[in-house]
């Protein structure tokens, strides 16, 4: 009895700390940067990519290896049913023209040699390559949108803390205002109605850092499963975004530069390729197959040497085969069109995505743009509404401003704060998505 309670209470023991082991929260002092490379390290998305530019690399040197020399073995025995000896009798006596043999060994090795497949090598290896760098150029979209993707999250925990924290601050001057509201009333300065109205402001502000609150778990809970964290940790962001603006070329030179840069462009530019070395490849049954070929023999016994004799013999021999297809109903004519019609919609797919990257970049230059004004805008409507705060509240301890003045002042100044850290980060954000775009 007292052996099962030591158990029970050992199990209850190990439980309470494998459960605050569980919920307790690592916290990791992280940068943009620092958040990339361990992002790029821990996606399962980009080591699929990865696993896929080494397929195709592999399926590369596997074509290439078809134009090269192939060599092969085979041996074989046999067995026959035993049949009475060929035998000529003559006056002179009787001749064993092919003895009776049962047993027949045969070693063999082949090589054969590629001469010319009507260009359907040459243009499989060039299909194969082109898939390869089609691959890296996927790989690295992939490794740019992962980057955009972190930083979004990164910027959007950081602006999701700053409005913590500016709540907070919110919630420590209605307090403070509430106090002197409260003592004011007692001193019959201040009505009840007062004070009862600072208190639904400051419970509307509490409401506020609550949803506050949520939203920076919520920001952290995006950005470590984005770069492959536990769950639990709980991520510090260590930068600033920078507040300064960037001077923005025009247009047209960032359109050129998206053309130039964009992984995507140049993955199907290469697909483009690989679809016209499909066609030549497809065409290649119209043109004869020639091939160099050897074989050598060590066979027991030797069809070639006569008479039979039950023994080991080498030979060998070396020609060219030479192989036209004079009808297949029609079946090249088929894969031509095929390999046609897949080429046609390699070069659609390139201008379809060539048209969506005019669109994004002209509407994130637009973009970058409104966001500038926006934080040249909400940068001064903070300074305005501290300003206001601070006289009202000046104005209202000499009893010179009314406590809804000073309500609203608070009010103006949560919202100018917000707005201020919205533009901010949307700044940056607008920055991140432009370079994104433009390929950089």
């Known amino acids: 009895m007292n052996h099962m309670k030591f158990n029970l209470i050992a199990i209850l023991i190990f439980g309470l700390i494998f459960q605050t082991k569980l919920l307790s929260q690592e916290t990791k002092k992280l940068s943009v940067n620092e958040s990339i490379k361990i992002g790029i390290e821990n996606s399962n998305l980009l080591h699929s990519s990865k696993m896929n530019v080494q397929y195709t690399d592999a399926k590369w040197s596997e074509v290439n290896t078809f134009r090269l020399p192939s060599l092969s073995f085979n041996a074989s025995y046999t067995r026959l049913s035993e049949v009475a000896p060929f035998i000529i009798n003559t006056p002179f006596g009787s001749f064993d023209i092919a003895p009776s043999i049962f047993n027949y060994y045969n070693l063999q090795l082949s090589l054969k040699q590629p001469i010319f497949t009507g260009f359907k090598l040459e243009s499989s290896s060039k299909m194969a390559e082109y898939n390869f760098l089609a691959a890296k150029q996927d790989y690295t979209s992939e490794e740019k949108n992962l980057i955009y993707n972190i930083k979004n999250a990164y910027w959007s925990l950081f602006k999701a803390n700053q409005i913590q924290k500016v709540t907070e601050e919110v919630v420590v001057d209605i307090q403070a205002h509430l106090t002197d509201v409260q003592n004011l009333f007692e001193q019959g300065l201040a009505t009840k109605n007062d004070v009862l109205k600072v208190k639904v402001q400051l419970g509307e502000v509490q409401l506020n850092l609550i949803d506050a609150k949520n939203a920076v778990k919520l920001a952290n809970l995006s950005l470590v499963n984005l770069i492959g964290l536990p769950i639990l940790t ?153 300003e206001n705060y601070r006289v009202t509240d000046d104005k209202f301890k000499n009893g010179l401003a009314l406590n809804s003045d000073l309500l609203d002042a608070e009010v103006a100044l949560l919202q100018a704060k917000t707005d201020y850290i919205q533009s901010i980060v949307d700044y940056e954000l607008a920055q991140a998505k432009l370079n994104k775009s433009i390929g950089d």
């Not at 510090?236 to 130039?260: G, H, N, V, W």
């Not at 020639?290 to 066979?299: F, K, P, R």
């Not at 201008?351 to 994130?364: F, S, Y």
């Open 234 to 386: 709980n991520v510090e962001t260590t930068e600033q975004p920078d507040k300064s603006i960037a001077k923005i070329e025009d247009i047209s030179p960032l359109l050129s530069r998206a053309y130039e840069n964009r992984s995507e462009l140049k993955s199907m530019n290469y697909r483009i390729k690989a679809g016209e070395s499909g066609v030549t490849a497809a065409k290649s049954d119209w043109w004869p197959q020639i091939y160099l070929v050897g074989d050598y023999y060590y066979s027991r016994p030797n069809q070639r040497i006569q008479p039979l004799v039950d023994q080991f013999n080498k030979t060998w021999d070396v020609g060219v085969s030479l192989s036209f297809s004079l009808w297949n109903w029609g079946a090249t004519v088929d894969r031509t069109d095929q390999a046609e019609t897949q080429l046609e919609q390699a070069k659609d797919a390139y201008k379809i995505i060539r048209d969506g990257i005019t669109l994004e970049v002209t509407q994130n230059y637009l973009n970058i743009k409104k966001s500038e004004e926006r934080m040249t805008v909400a940068g001064q409507n903070v300074t305005q509404a501290e």
